[in-house]
Nanobody, 122 residues
Framework: QVQLVESGGGLVQPGGSLRLSCAAS????????MNWYRQAPGKERELVAGISWNSGAGYTTNYLLSVKGRFTISRDNAKNTVYLQMNSLKSEDTAVYYC????????????WGKGTLVTVST
């Protein structure tokens, strides 16, 4: 049974930092593409950051343009955990953040966590 459990959300002031964690179980973590999405009120869910294995290149990362240079995605395969370090947070980063795992070959299967709320406000 696949499980993705997010933690680390909360209230932070603009300019502050948070680190989100996603503990995964039930699949071969090292081979899965791990991603963070977010959904703000009234908006569609969007991909914030991803980290994937690419043969020949190792793990590669990709970021939403608006978070590049502020957010960093990383993974610890020994702990089956993916992280999202968020620095210089802005009010527009306020959203529910979801952990996503894309598992398997070809199109793969998407799994989702329940989300963790990040609120950036004074």
């Amino acid at each position: 049974q696949v499980q993705l459990v997010e933690s680390g959300g909360g209230l932070v002031q603009p300019g502050g930092s948070l680190r989100l964690s996603c503990a995964a179980s039930g699949f071969t973590f090292a081979m899965a593409s791990m991603n963070w999405y977010r959904q703000a009120p009234g908006k569609e869910r969007e991909l914030v950051a991803g980290i994937s294995w690419n043969s020949g290149a190792g793990y590669t990362t990709n970021y939403l343009l608006s978070v590049k240079g502020r957010f960093t995605i990383s993974r610890d395969n020994a702990k089956n955990t993916v992280y999202l370090q968020m620095n210089s947070l802005k009010s527009e980063d306020t959203a529910v953040y979801y952990c996503n795992a894309l598992v398997g070959l070809g199109k793969g299967i998407n799994y989702w966590g329940k989300g963790t709320l990040v609120t950036v406000s004074t």
